[in-house]
C-alpha cells in the first residue's frame, strides 16, 4: 500500500521507469501532470499514465483515475466510471478510495444510493485513519442515521479526525465540548477545537467561536454590575441630594 512505495533520485529517473512500464513511476507520473509539477499541467496526461498504471492494479492510480471521472479533469465526468475505478481499489483496501466510494454511495451518484453502504465505506476508511472518513462517521453516530445513535462514538471519531486538523470535526468536536454531548461539558476544550477550526477558515467554528466570546464579555458585565451594585448599597434613610 502506500507505506511501500517506491521512489526515484530524480524526475528524470521516474518517467525513464514510467515509460518501461513501472506502474508506481506511472502514477507518480500521473500526479506531476495533474499538479503541474516538473510538467506543464495536463490533466489529459495526467488521465493517460493513470489509465496504464490502474490497468497494472496499482491501487492509488486506480483512486486517482476514479478522481479524474468524478471531478471531469482531462476526462469527461461520468460518476459510473468514477465508481468503478474507486471500487477496484477500494475493494484491496486503499483508504482514499473507501472514502470516496462511500460519498458516492452517500450523494447517489455513478451507485443507486445506499446509505448503509456509505457507512460500509466510510468505516473502512476511518479504520485505516482516514479522515474525512472518521468525521463522516463521526456526523451519522451523532444523528443516528443508518448506525444507532451514540454522542460517545461520535466524539471518539471526530476526536481522531480532528486531530489530523480536519476543521469541520474540530467545529463538530467544540459543539460536544460545549453542549455536554457525548463528553463531560467542558467550555475551556470546546473554545479550543473552535480556534483551531477558525484558524483554517471553518465559518460555522468562527461564528461559535464569536458567540462564546459574546456570551463572556455580557457574563463579565454583569459581574461587574452585580459588583458596583454591591459595593455601594442604596440607603433609605439617607436624606435625598439637596434636601435639608
Known amino acids: 500500500m502506500r507505506n511501500s512505495r517506491r521512489t526515484w533520485q530524480s524526475f528524470d529517473e521516474m518517467r525513464q521507469a514510467a515509460e518501461g512500464g513501472d506502474p508506481q513511476a506511472q502514477c507518480y507520473l500521473g500526479v506531476c501532470y495533474q499538479n503541474g509539477q516538473s510538467v506543464a499541467q495536463d490533466y489529459v496526461e495526467a488521465v493517460k499514465w493513470f489509465r496504464r ?10 483512486c486517482y483515475l476514479g478522481f ?6 482531462g476526462v469527461t465526468q461520468e460518476f459510473g466510471e468514477a465508481a ?25 451518484q455513478g451507485v443507486p444510493q445506499n446509505y448503509a453502504e456509505a457507512v460500509k465505506w466510510y468505516h473502512s476508511a476511518a479504520e485505516q485513519g482516514e479522515p474525512q472518513a472518521q468525521f ?6 451523532e444523528q443516528g442515521q443508518v448506525v444507532p445513535q451514540n454522542f460517545e462514538e461520535a466524539v471518539k471519531w471526530y476526536l481522531l479526525s480532528a486531530e489530523q486538523e480536519c476543521a469541520p470535526a474540530q467545529c463538530n468536536l467544540g459543539l460536544c465540548y460545549g453542549t455536554g454531548r457525548g463528553v463531560e461539558k467542558n467550555d475551556q476544550e470546546a473554545v479550543k477545537w ?9 465559518k ?8 462564546y466570546y459574546a456570551r463572556n464579555e455580557a457574563e463579565a458585565t454583569a459581574k461587574e454590575g452585580e459588583a458596583e451594585g454591591a459595593g455601594e448599597p442604596e440607603d433609605e434613610n439617607q436624606p435625598a441630594p439637596g434636601a435639608s
Do not use: C, H
Not at 53 to 62: C, G, I, K, M, S
Open 204 to 211: 460555522t467554528a468562527q461564528y461559535n467561536l464569536g458567540l
Open 136 to 141: 463522516n462517521m463521526g456526523v451519522f453516530y
Open 194 to 202: 473552535f480556534i483551531r477550526a477558525a484558524r483554517q477558515g471553518d
Open 53 to 62: 498504471a490502474a490497468e497494472q492494479n496499482d491501487t492509488v492510480a486506480q
Open 84 to 108: 468503478k475505478w474507486f471500487r477496484e481499489a477500494a475493494e484491496q483496501g486503499d483508504p482514499a478510495a473507501q472514502f470516496n466510494l462511500g460519498v458516492l454511495y452517500e450523494t447517489g
Open 68 to 73: 479524474s471521472y468524478q471531478a471531469g479533469q
